[in-house]
């Protein structure tokens, strides 16, 4: 199977065939894959997928469709390669589905895009009428929809709510998971903002050991100043479950002193978010081996 595009999307299906036994190629138009994940993520996904068979392209395109039949689908890439395979997977782009709805009849402003603007309580550019979902804009993500239904459902029978987007959770359930939440390091280096940045890997953490799960790490990326917890990331065993205590810890405002300090069961995966706080101060006591 071809896969156009190493993302979200991509990457999912990429390891659910590749794990029912299908030889993969993704096709990427950017330098690496999960391109708007954090660089160091995308590159040790990028080392994982290769050792279990899946190929990826890089700052390549599909130029032209040379052959389409009822059983495999040739391609010439922009490298000038032919390549050939029995599916085609295209998993790049969306289109927001707002055309056709009678929007400019009432005055509901859309973009170019045909994204529907809306404010902080979810109301469109026509009073009383509310909007949610991937149609306008931002963060597209069920869970994200969900609370915006909820302001905009409050706001239409006379509450007052507003949409908070400071901490949402994002998780992408390849193998192993990948989680965030907050500033990475990329973001902060575009945004010229100084963080301090704090890692601890899943091979140094007995229950990933016993769960043969050991691949991946935690990252905060933590204020200096403060020491408030204000992004992070983590690729491993259950990193969508895990995330949440740093989402709660980031929404309460709390630092990486704050959650080092904070006595965590054990042998448990969320002693990975302990030891990377307390790593931040350099009270980590449990490191890793290097893998060989």
Known sequence: MIIVGSGVIGSEFACIFSTLGTRIVMIELMDRMLPTE?????????????????????????SKVLDYRENGITLELSTGETIEAEKVL???????????????????KTD???????NERMETSRQGIYAIGDVVG????????????????????????????SVVPACIFTTPEIASVGLNTDKAAEQGREVKVSRFSFGGLGKALAMGEDR??????????????????????????????????MKMGATAEQIGSTIHAHPSLPEAIMEAAEASHGKAIHVPPPRK
């Open 112 to 118: 170019e895009r045909g994204c529907i603007a809306v």
């Open 90 to 108: 295209i998993s790049i782009g969306r289109k927001m589905n707002s055309s056709g709805l009678g929007l400019e009849e009432i005055g509901v």
């Open 138 to 165: 931002g963060i597209l993500l069920a869970h994200t929809a969900t609370f915006e239904g909820l302001v905009a459902a409050e706001n239409a029978t006379g509450g007052d709510a507003r949409i908070d987007y």
């Open 216 to 249: 991946g790490f935690v990252q905060l990326v933590i204020d200096p100043d403060s020491d408030k917890v204000i992004g992070a990331q983590i690729m491993g065993p259950h990193a969508s479950d895990l995330i949440h205590e740093v989402a709660i810890a």
């Open 38 to 62: 954090d660089s160091r993520i995308s590159k040790q996904m990028r080392s994982i997928f290769k050792k279990n068979g899946i190929e990826i392209k890089t700052n390549t395109t599909v």
